[in-house]
């Protein structure tokens, strides 16, 4: 079992950042990648970003050039660094583990972007 909480979420204006943090703990070593998805209101879960184990990034088409995934496996964390937000970014996120046998999921946190 992975348990994932997320934090960081909030209130940003257009052009705004924010720093997204998702830790980590339980069978961690069981972890093979960790990724950011985002489900925006009454649209469907969707992927933003991945980092592999061996520090292989993948981002969404829509984010590229201005979300940044990391991690920090001293503290089995993973961040989301958004910047130049727009409001189609306005969002649940969710951080979700890889594992072999199946996917975890965090309980998500809300970003919402508006003047």
């Known amino acids: 079992q992975v348990q994932l909480v997320e934090s960081g979420g909030g209130l940003v204006q257009p052009g705004g950042s924010l720093r997204l943090s998702c830790t980590a703990s339980?069978?961690?070593?069981?972890?093979?990648?960790m990724q950011w998805y985002r489900q925006a209101a009454g649209k469907p879960r969707i992927f933003v970003a991945s980092?592999?184990?061996?520090?292989?990034?993948l981002y969404q088409g829509s984010v590229k050039g201005r979300f940044t995934i990391s991690r920090d496996n001293a503290k089995n964390a993973v961040y989301l660094q958004m910047n130049s937000l727009e409001p189609d970014d306005e969002a649940v996120y969710y951080c979700?583990?890889?594992?072999?046998?199946?996917?975890?999921w965090g309980r998500g946190t809300l970003v919402t972007v508006s003047s």
């Open positions: 339980g069978n961690i070593f069981s972890i093979n990648a």
């Open positions: 980092m592999s184990n061996d520090g292989k990034t």
């Open positions: 979700n583990a890889e594992t072999p046998l199946e996917f975890y």
